[in-house]
């Protein structure tokens, strides 16, 4: 899944229908016309009235009126459907969102912990040092 995925997509494929219903929910205030589905999708127009048809016999967008004589369709904010998918996708955002925090958590307390490790070796390998410098000098001394 790229990052610029949505949720929709990441958890139902990308599918025409998918993308139908991605874009009416990216745009939920929104009515849009058969030509302004398909350039804003990406799909011809055949599998958009397809697309369209099984979508609202599942009642997942309605008609919402005309803009001339082309119709115009919008998400059916009523729909259980789009209820379930809209709380799927937001289960799996907070899902994700907990399991970044923990990792970024995570990763602070490892970065913590490997700088308290770096700075003991380096004071041991002062002390090291230090040792040896007194050695050094005991030896110099004269009994």
């Known amino acids: 899944m790229t990052e610029a ?8 494929g990308d599918s025409p229908r998918m993308k139908m219903v991605d874009f009416f929910m990216t745009f939920p205030k929104n009515e849009f016309t ?8 990406g799909m011809s127009r ?8 099984k ?4 009642e997942m967008i309605i008609r919402s ?7 115009t369709y919008k998400i059916n904010k009523n729909s259980s459907i ?9 289960l799996r955002s907070k899902t994700a969102a907990t399991s970044q925090i923990r990792n970024r958590t995570l990763n602070t307390l ?10 003991l070796y380096n004071r041991e ?8 410098l007194t050695r050094t000098r005991i030896n110099e001394i004269p009994v």
């Open 110 to 119: 490892l970065r913590k912990q490997l700088e308290t490790i770096d700075q």
């Open 65 to 71: 009126g005309n803009i001339g004589k082309s119709p």
């Open 125 to 132: 390998t002062m002390l090291k040092t230090e040792l040896k």
């Open 34 to 41: 058969v030509p302004e589905l398909v350039e804003g999708i």
């Open 55 to 58: 979508l609202l016999t599942n």
């Open 5 to 12: 995925e949505s949720g929709i997509i990441a958890l139902y």
């Open 82 to 90: 789009i209820y379930l998918m809209q709380k799927m996708v937001s």
């Open 46 to 53: 055949t599998t958009a009235f397809k697309e369209i048809d």
